[in-house]
Structures are given as structure tokens and as C-alpha cells.
């Protein structure tokens, strides 16, 4: 490692997860075995969106066939700040000297409003970070990175038709409608729209198999988001959880009633505030029948928000005897509010407080193309978002 023992990023907020508006506060670290010459330290606060995929396109035919690789991207900047904390940014010149041992450098950076959630999505993503920068003029930088998470607020309560209930229902033949064998149906049904992570989502449906074959059934939850490039838009498809049921015979009906799918951490349905991604989240039903054919789909489309429902939070008070939280939520310690802000008559001072955990995708590589292959910190990273462990509320009573 030679000079540098060690460099780092802390945020006083351990989780790194915060509210668009809220202050981050944390510390540089610089800690050297021996003096080091350099320019400037400098820490870069970026938040930003990001798209891009490549696709393959052919042209001509024959000898002349000639194929190119097409580059799709866009990008959304919300802040890029520079502040130096040690050096020629503080009017010290350029040629500096800091001496062996630990260096500390406080910083506090408040985010700018209306922040869109973090997401990483692969194709694209939209990402939050700090970076400490020792500038040495004539050699290498030395580079240090600490993502952290910004959770914007879907208030389900705002959200049009989020707590009223809804259903679909389809059906197909395996062959074609003259055949003497008769149709798949399959009806699901959910009591409302609007959920938030931790919740169970109670679902009914009905299955009839009048042909002549087994059929395998499971409902799923799914999440759709559409990337938007310049000039043209990619959707992917990635299944969050599903429940299987046994297969159903011939001639069977089949009634599901009261069944559940707890809802993992997921990013807010939307993602309000990026204008160059989509989310939507999808639960479906799904009649698999055996042999050669193509499935029943019976899907319905759902709000996955950050802030329950009222008349939600109210049942599962009375459910588990949950009063007002006599502690603050997490995440903790930290100077920031550290359960989601009031910002309108619609959000309840009762309401009890999420935990945050990390996304059910995962953690993802998230080292950019301004990151070298000695950048330090945390380059596997997800996001951390709202979850609402009801059964555990009874603690604040």
C-alpha cells in the first residue's frame, strides 16, 4: 500500500440511507505511514441516472452483409458538487505536504429536493455516492467511494384507487374453438391496490381446467421497467417472488382463498422523479398446461408505495395492539429524521416506523468509468429501502 495505510468515507448515518432535503454528515479519513506531496483532498457528492444497453443490427445480404453495434444511452444529473478539504482548493497552492498519521475532514452535504429513489437495474440505474479524491500531481490519484441510499416518499394515500380492490379474469383454448376439448379460466382477485414492502398481499383465485390436460399453477410478483435511451426505450422483466400451487387435473376446478406473498424490499413503484426510468410492479396469475401450449396469464397491475395506507396502518394497529412509537425508527444513530418526513396532512403522526433493508436483487458491481482499478470503498452495493415488519410493531406499544 506503501504511504497510504488507509482511506475512507463514514457517514454518521451507518446505514447510508436518507430522504431527499435531509442533511449527510460524515467524515474523510486519511491515514499515512509517511509524509505524502500532493496537489488537493476533494470529495465529489454525485447523484445522477444513467441508461445503456447495446443491440446488434445487420445491414445488406450476401457478401455485402455488414454488421454494427449500435449504442443506446441517456443521462439525468441531479447534483455534481466538488468541495475541497485539504490543500490547493482551500487556498493553500499546489505543492503540499500532509504528515504521517490519521487525518479526519468533517463534511455535512444536504441533498436537494425531490430526489428520485436509488435503483440499480443492470441496463440502468439510479445511483448516489461520495468519492475522496487525494490529487498528486504526476502520479496516480487515490480514490475512495461510499454509495448510500436516498428513499423518495409514495405516499399510497395520494395514489388514485390504491385501496380499492381489483380483479381479472381470462380464458383460452389449447387449440383452436371448434376442438371438443374446452377452455382454461383463470380469475384472480386482490382487495386492493396499494402495498408497501413487509406487507402480504392476500389474493384469491378461481381455476377451471375443462381440457384434457394437467395444468401447473403458481402466482407470481413481478417487476417491468422500461429504459428510456435518446431514441429508443429497452423493457426487462425480473420476478421478485411467486407461490406454487398443485398441478390441477382434467375437468378440475380449483379455488384459492385467502393466500399470501410477503412483499420483499423493493424500490417505490414508479420512480418518481427520474424521468429516464419506469417501474411498475405486476401480480399474475398462471395456468401452465402440459404438453405443447402457451400459458394463461391473468395479470393485475399493483402500487408498491414507501407510506402504507391509513386504513391499513389502523388494522394491523388493532391486530397487534400498536400505539404511537415511543422510539424513533431506523435507521439509527444518525443526525438525520430517520423515519420518512412529514410532508402532508396525508402521512399520520402515528405511523409506525419502517426498517430498511437491502433490495431482493442484491447487490451489483458499481464501479464506473472514472474509477480506477485501485479506487477503494464499497463497490458492491444495493440499495436499502422502507420495510414495514408489522408482527415486530407491538414493541412500540
Known amino acids: 500500500m506503501g504511504k497510504l495505510r488507509a482511506f475512507y468515507i463514514e457517514l454518521e448515518n451507518p446505514q447510508g440511507v436518507f430522504f431527499a432535503g435531509q442533511i449527510i454528515n460524515g467524515r474523510l479519513v486519511v491515514e499515512l505511514d509517511a509524509e505524502m506531496k500532493m496537489r488537493e483532498i476533494r470529495l465529489t457528492f454525485k447523484g445522477l441516472a444513467y441508461v445503456h444497453w447495446t443491440e ?35 487556498g493553500m497552492g499546489d505543492d503540499n505536504r500532509l504528515p504521517p498519521g490519521q487525518h ?4 455535512s452535504f444536504q441533498l436537494p429536493p425531490n430526489l428520485p429513489s436509488s435503483f440499480e437495474g443492470g441496463v440502468g440505474y439510479v445511483r448516489y455516492t461520495i468519492k475522496g479524491t487525494i490529487d498528486k500531481p504526476w502520479k496516480f490519484d487515490h480514490t475512495t ?20 380492490g381489483t ?9 383452436c374453438l371448434c376442438c371438443k376439448s374446452g377452455p382454461i379460466t383463470g380469475m384472480l382477485k386482490l382487495d386492493r391496490v396499494g402495498y408497501v414492502p413487509g406487507e402480504a398481499i392476500t389474493f384469491n383465485a378461481e ?28 423493457t426487462t422483466t425480473s420476478e421478485v417472488a411467486r407461490v406454487v400451487h398443485q398441478d390441477i387435473q382434467p375437468g378440475e376446478t380449483e379455488t384459492w382463498s385467502g393466500d399470501r406473498l410477503v412483499i420483499p424490499p423493493l424500490p417505490p413503484s414508479f420512480l418518481v422523479g427520474c424521468q429516464i426510468i419506469d417501474i411498475n410492479y405486476y401480480f399474475e396469475l398462471i395456468v401452465d398446461p402440459s404438453g405443447p401450449a402457451i ?23 388493532a391486530q397487534y395492539g400498536i400505539s404511537s412509537p415511543a422510539q424513533p425508527a431506523l435507521p439509527a444513530p444518525g443526525p438525520a429524521p430517520s423515519a420518512p418526513p412529514v410532508g402532508g396532512a396525508s402521512i399520520m403522526s402515528d405511523l409506525p416506523p419502517p426498517s430498511y433493508n437491502e433490495c431482493v436483487f442484491g447487490k451489483t458491481n458499481i464501479r464506473e468509468e472514472d ?7 464499497e463497490m458492491d452495493y444495493a440499495p436499502a429501502y422502507t420495510y414495514y415488519d408489522w408482527s415486530k410493531q407491538s414493541q412500540f406499544k
Open 167 to 175: 380483479q381479472n379474469q381470462q380464458s383460452k383454448f389449447l387449440c
Open 207 to 234: 381455476i377451471q381446467n375443462m381440457t384434457s390436460r394437467v395444468c401447473g399453477t403458481h402466482v407470481k410478483l413481478y417487476m417491468t421497467t422500461v429504459f428510456h435511451a435518446t431514441t429508443k426505450s429497452k
Open 56 to 90: 446488434r443490427h445487420s445491414t445488406g445480404s450476401g457478401k455485402n452483409r455488414r454488421t454494427t453495434t449500435r449504442h443506446y444511452s441517456a443521462t439525468e444529473n441531479y447534483f455534481h458538487q466538488i468541495v475541497p478539504v485539504f490543500g490547493q482548493g482551500m
Open 371 to 377: 474509477d480506477s482499478e485501485h479506487t477503494r470503498g
Open 295 to 317: 400459458d394463461l396469464h391473468v395479470p393485475l397491475l399493483i402500487i408498491i408505495g414507501t407510506i402504507p395506507l391509513r386504513t391499513v396502518v389502523q388494522q394491523y394497529q
Open 104 to 107: 479526519v475532514y468533517p463534511f
Open 145 to 164: 467511494k461510499r454509495p448510500f441510499t436516498v428513499n423518495a416518499l409514495l405516499d399510497l394515500n395520494t395514489q388514485p384507487n390504491s385501496a380499492c
